[in-house]
């Protein structure tokens, strides 16, 4: 998840300006690529190995504002230069940030919010701008089969703290 320069973390998001990496091929594929770091991260910190969640000064979540922040029409510095291993594949480098699919359509934002805002204490205010706007996860008729667990996984973390 560190290491990999095409699929991991760095693969994924700029360390430096936390520019999502397909932030110019669209938008459903950044909020997916979102949506699986947050559940490997979630995997990964139940397994207690790691805080991804943490890594890279909240790398993650920087990454999470950047998009939320883009998908609710506020301006955001792009870099077409960054490079994305298979960008090639699918038409890129990309000369712009992409409005396809702009707007919320992956259920990513309970996971993040939960994570960042309600357990660390952290300020995620575009995170939950965005999350308010989304609504629950599921609540719209197809997400593309996209399943971020967030408003599960954060009722049984929630309960399993308060049991013991």
């Known amino acids: 998840m560190y290491n990999d320069l095409c699929a991991g973390i760095y693969g994924n998001y700029d360390s430096a300006t936390a520019q999502p990496l ?33 890594y890279n000064d909240n790398l993650l979540l920087r990454a999470t504002e950047y998009t939320a922040k883009f998908n609710l029409n506020y301006t955001v510095e792009y870099n077409p230069k960054l490079y994305r291993c298979e960008a090639v594949l699918v038409d890129g480098p990309w000369p712009v940030i992409s409005t396809a699919n702009k707007g919320f359509t992956v ?19 575009y995170t939950t701008k965005a999350r308010a706007q989304y609504g629950f996860e599921g609540s719209l008729p197809n997400n593309d089969g996209y399943t971020s667990w967030g408003d599960l996984i954060w009722a049984t973390s929630s309960q399993a703290q308060t049991v013991r």
Do not use: C, M
């Open 107 to 125: 259920p990513v934002w309970d996971i993040l919010y939960y994570e960042y805002v309600v357990k660390r204490g952290l300020s995620a205010p």
């Open 22 to 54: 397909e932030a110019g091929r669209d938008q459903g594929h950044v909020q997916s690529s979102l949506s699986w770091t947050a559940n490997a991260a979630k995997v990964i910190q139940n397994q207690g190995s790691s805080d991804l969640f943490g």
